[in-house]
């Protein structure tokens, strides 16, 4: 079974700082996903990372997926508000095809 | 529209009882899935199918099972619901992989207590 231990479980920041979030494994995977959930709703994908050592960048958002494609990194800078919520990573096994194997989440709290 | 739907959307029910779950979708994807979180815990697979009469079992099965009747539906039963199953469930939808991964798709969930 391949497990992503996520941290930390909670942040809380006050806006303008930076934070990072970690997604570790032991499992190597072929692709590694971001998800952000916001109460009531599912979790939405933010960005998939493929390739290892590979850095993509949404707006404020950094994403990095390992070297040896078993852990990523979420940094965000100068957090805002609108950026609380559950951020979710997700792996796929090399055969696991589809399916998603997700960590634990961590609770962002970005206060004003 | 949301291309996802879930009914209900919360329910409370009492041990022993059974429930159904019922997920729709517009997004003409062949895979489905149905989550369980719960606190600190993540999204749990229960079960997962790849087309109509295709039903995979994740790594929380038991006390669950699924149905897919349609392309575009797939529902979840727990035949004699207990507390433990208190929980938010989640349906997915996804097409097949791609070079950029196996984004999902997720419904706005169900919650789901038992008492």
């Known amino acids: 079974t391949q497990l992503l231990e996520q941290s930390p479980q909670f942040l809380s920041i006050q806006e303008g700082e930076n934070l990072t979030v970690y997604c570790n494994s032991s499992?190597?995977?072929?692709?590694l996903q971001w998800y952000r959930q916001e109460p009531g709703e599912g979790p939405v994908l933010l960005v998939t990372v493929v390739t290892g050592g590979e850095v993509k960048k949404l707006k404020r958002l950094t994403f990095q997926f390992g070297d040896a494609r078993k852990d990523s990194s979420l940094h965000i800078t100068a957090a805002q508000p609108g950026d609380t919520g559950l951020y979710l990573c997700a792996g796929a096994g090399e055969t696991s095809g589809s399916r998603l194997t997700f960590g634990e989440g961590t609770q962002l709290t970005v206060n004003p | 529209d949301a291309d996802v739907t879930q009914t209900p959307r919360n329910r409370i029910t009492k041990t022993g009882k059974r429930i159904m779950l019922e997920c729709s979708q517009t997004?003409?994807?062949?895979?489905m899935y149905w989550y369980r979180q719960d606190p600190g815990l993540g999204l749990r697979l229960i079960y997962y199918?790849?087309?109509?009469?295709?039903?995979n079992k994740g790594e929380i099965s038991d006390g669950y099972s699924v149905s897919r009747q349609a392309q575009a539906k797939f529902s979840l039963s727990l035949e004699s619901a207990i507390p433990n199953q208190t929980a938010l469930y989640f349906c997915a939808t996804s097409d097949l992989p791609t070079a950029e991964g196996p984004e999902q798709f997720f419904g706005p969930g169900t919650r789901l207590t038992v008492l």
């Open positions: 199918s790849f087309d109509v009469k295709d039903i």
């Open positions: 499992s190597v995977f072929s692709s």
């Open positions: 997004k003409g994807h062949d895979r």
